[in-house]
């Protein structure tokens, strides 16, 4: 895992090293603060938000799916290297209140004890990067708010023994920056806070992260995409769900390929996360990379314009 870690880092430093600043490759001959467009492409990389938010009046259809695992113990050939099974699946709907204010609703399967998930979450870009580098950055803030529909589990000692409606939910902030370095790059940093009303015995209703991600171009059409998010879980706590459950905690990392098809934005990626949901990958990613726990999963964006322009 660190090794992976180590060389995404090293190609992030190599492709940072090798780009011009962004005024060097974008003549500044616009407005004096004239906004850096399409840092990224979607309002998602892998497994993290990006700061994009759709226009005013538009809505974005999106679906997410995890296969199961490509290796290990669960994948290989017979379960077909993990399409035969489904980890997780989201839809959603986002829609544009204001070209910076976007608000969203989902239905996800969920991929932990707790199951059924209904997402209600907001977007707003506050902070626009300026091509004169008045404003380095863009930073927006994302919200959620899940709750699980499912059946209260009987066990008492499961994060699914609902006791009340207020068991069910969880929340999610994030403040998301990013910088656009030049056509070819982009990269972002997600400091990130999760809580869940209701836990299993012993594990953190609070827990604070820090994600980081990028996307570096490859054609006009294709980029490679990464993310990966780390949880600073309390020791004690982790120690002790590991034992209980017999599952080691991992810190959820994503590698794939964003394509422009011109109607719809489709990313082809790989990640040990099995949960698509924050609320569930940030604290509950128990598969790893080095023993082949990661799957092959899909997305796929659909943009439609509602305005009477």
């Known amino acids: 895992m660190r090794n992976i870690l180590f060389i995404i880092l090293c190609f992030v430093w190599v492709t940072t ?3 011009e600043d962004l005024e060097k490759l974008i003549a500044v001959e616009g407005p004096k603060n004239e906004k850096v467009t399409a840092t990224f492409k979607s309002g998602n990389l892998i497994n993290l938000k990006t700061t994009e938010t759709i226009h005013r009046h ?9 296969f199961g695992d490509i290796a ?21 709907f986002d829609y544009g209140l204001l070209d910076n204010l976007n608000i969203a609703i989902a239905r996800a399967k969920g991929a ?26 863009s930073i927006a803030f994302f919200g959620s708010t899940t709750v699980s529909a499912m059946g209260a589990a009987e066990d008492k000692q499961s994060a699914a023994s609902f006791t009340g409606f207020s068991d069910r939910l969880s929340y999610v902030t994030q403040l998301i920056i990013a910088r656009k370095f030049s056509s070819n790059l982009s990269l972002t940093v997600v400091p990130s806070y999760l809580h ?19 996307r570096a171009k490859i054609s006009n059409r294709i980029a490679l995409v990464a993310d990966y998010i780390f949880p600073f879980r309390k020791s004690s706590n982790k120690k002790y769900r590991e034992e209980v459950s017999g599952q080691r905690y ?17 990313h082809l990626n790989f990640t040990n996360a099995t949960a698509i949901q924050e609320s569930q990958f940030i604290s509950e990613t128990n598969s790893s990379w080095g023993k082949g726990q990661f799957r092959w999963g899909f997305s796929i964006a659909r943009r439609f314009n509602f305005s009477k322009k």
């Open 250 to 266: 991992y810190n959820a990392l994503g590698v794939g390929l964003e394509m422009d098809t011109g109607g719809h934005i489709f």
């Open 72 to 92: 290990g113990s669960a994948g290989g050939a017979k379960n077909f290297f993990g399409l035969d099974n489904s980890t997780d699946i989201r839809i959603g």
């Open 112 to 137: 932990t004890e707790v199951r059924q998930l209904y997402e209600g979450n907001i977007k707003y870009r506050f902070i626009e990067q300026t091509v004169d580098n008045r404003i380095p950055v």
């Open 196 to 214: 869940r009303n209701y836990t299993a015995y012993n594990d953190q209703n609070d827990l604070f992260a820090l994600g980081i991600g990028g």
């Open 58 to 66: 538009e809505m974005d259809f999106r679906v997410d799916h995890r």
């Open 17 to 19: 090293s090798a780009q």
